[in-house]
């Protein structure tokens, strides 16, 4: 009986961990970000003084709004602090609706479309050695976060 309980509190503390708007922020927020940014830098590279140009400084400020979001959600959970903001600015739209949530899986949806535009365009042979270890750091944190949400969520399913 005793075990079941360390196993039940040990389960709620990784639950509240993978939960909390720090280990979101940090693992699926700041990364999209990352690859916002990127395809809107590497879009203002390959198109200067075209439309393309525009909507790439376009995107860099829509990344640059969320990244300042989310950085102040992981912030304010740090300190104890609820935020009165969403991670982004499409879920931010999104309260004007009352479904900021449905709003936040379109901005998910959006943003896998960038990273696949990035891969399928070729633009991502073409990042700086920087941009390209800001990628790797982006998809690495985010790809192993999930992994071990989905791991944790499949054990417990499991017990």
Not at 115 to 122: H, P, T
Not at 140 to 146: E, F, G, K, Y
């Amino acid at each position: 009986m005793e075990q079941d309980n360390v196993t039940s509190q040990d389960a709620y503390t990784l639950q509240e961990i993978f939960s909390r708007p720090f280990f979101l922020s940090a693992t699926i927020g700041i990364p999209f970000c990352i690859f916002k940014l990127l395809f809107g830098l590497t879009a203002v590279r390959v198109a200067p003084g075209t439309a393309l140009d525009l909507f790439g400084w376009g995107v860099i400020l829509w990344a640059g709004a969320d990244l300042v979001m989310n950085t102040g959600r992981a912030i304010l959970d740090i300190i104890g602090m609820e935020a009165p903001f969403e991670y982004c600015t499409i879920a931010q739209f999104g309260r004007l609706f009352k479904r900021p949530m449905v709003f936040l899986a379109f901005d998910t949806l959006l943003t896998f479309c960038i990273i696949s535009a990035m891969l399928w365009s070729g633009w991502i042979t073409i990042l700086t050695r920087l941009e390209s270890v800001l990628w790797y750091a982006a998809t690495t944190l985010n790809l192993i976060s999930l992994s071990l949400v989905i791991l944790y969520n499949e054990i417990r399913r499991s017990e």
